[in-house]
């Protein structure tokens, strides 16, 4: 009897999870397919060539240019801060911190900044930038998007370094390593394939988010010439788009949805391979 229970209880658990796989899989085809098909028509090369011109918003010439350019020079400037604050830390929690409480308090820390919506974010730097005196500036975006993506990428490298086998990290202080040797020679080079997913992951994160730029980095039709100017976004230009009564702009909107999507696929398939690429060089 119960040799019968445990089939028809791996038998559910398979169709579960054939389930979860299909609405996952179909989930992504509907959205594809919907902003395809809508915004695929009005996809040109003007439109990704070109900034806004006078009337843009009211289904005149120009394009997203600015919103592009906007939205790599924020992700790649928060990816690059948060990057500089969570190699460290993910080193120092296996390193130094390893097994303690303290360790497994900073973990609970970073899940909970995790959890935490990004228009939250979005609040604390407009606040943090109101008392500097600063106004909605491409500064501002990146530092609001690098808090936002910092506990993204630190968790997900601590996950990584936390599967290296901890005989490795003996073996290092056996020889005579020290702990900052081991951290940077030994276990990075384990962790490289793991490190470049982890950041591509925050990457595609902070590209794709609208609402802690939204008050931060604020909008303009131009392209950033300094830290200090607006900047737009590829979300923010979806958003006020979609907004307009104007049918041909709402088709725009669809456009740059497109354009959105395609960047976060192809950084989601670069990572992979990056990924397999490196997997190579590592020691198993």
């Known amino acids: 009897m119960r040799w019968k229970w445990r089939h028809i209880e791996e038998g559910l658990m398979r169709i579960l999870m054939l389930l979860s796989f299909g609405l996952i899989l179909m989930s992504l085809l509907l959205i ?3 902003i395809t098909s809508k915004g695929l028509p009005s996809l040109s090369w003007q439109m990704i060539s070109q900034t806004p011109k006078g009337g843009f918003y009211l ?13 790599l020079y924020l992700a790649l400037g ?14 120092f929690l296996n390193v130094y911190l390893s097994g303690s409480r303290w360790a497994e308090l900073v973990r609970l820390s970073l899940d909970i900044l995790w959890g935490i919506p990004s228009i939250v974010y979005g609040a604390f730097g407009f ?7 600063w106004r909605a500036s491409l500064l501002g975006g990146i530092l609001t998007l690098a808090l936002l993506e ?16 901890s005989d490795l990290t003996r073996a290092a202080f056996a020889l005579g390593s020290t702990h900052l040797e081991t951290a940077f020679l030994v276990l990075t080079r384990q962790i490289l394939p793991g490190l470049v997913t982890a950041i591509l992951l925050a990457f595609g994160r902070g590209i794709g988010d609208a609402a802690s730029v939204l008050f931060t980095a604020g909008y303009t039709d131009r392209i950033p010439d300094s830290l200090f100017s607006p900047t737009a976004s590829l979300p923010l230009a979806v958003f006020f788009q979609l907004g307009t009564p104007f049918p041909e702009v709402q088709q725009r909107a669809y456009s740059a949805a497109l354009i959105l999507t395609l960047i976060v696929l192809g950084v989601s398939l670069v990572s992979r391979w990056l990924s397999h690429t490196l997997d190579r060089y590592s020691i198993h």
């Open 32 to 34: 594809l397919i919907t």
């Open 150 to 165: 910092f506990p993204i990428m630190t968790r997900a490298m601590d996950e990584v370094i936390r599967r290296i086998p």
């Open 59 to 71: 289904g005149k010439e120009g394009g997203i240019l600015n919103a592009m350019i906007g939205s």
């Open 78 to 91: 928060g990816t690059l801060i948060a990057l500089f604050l969570a190699y460290p830390l993910a080193l």
């Open 127 to 133: 606040t943090l930038m109101i008392f500097l005196g």
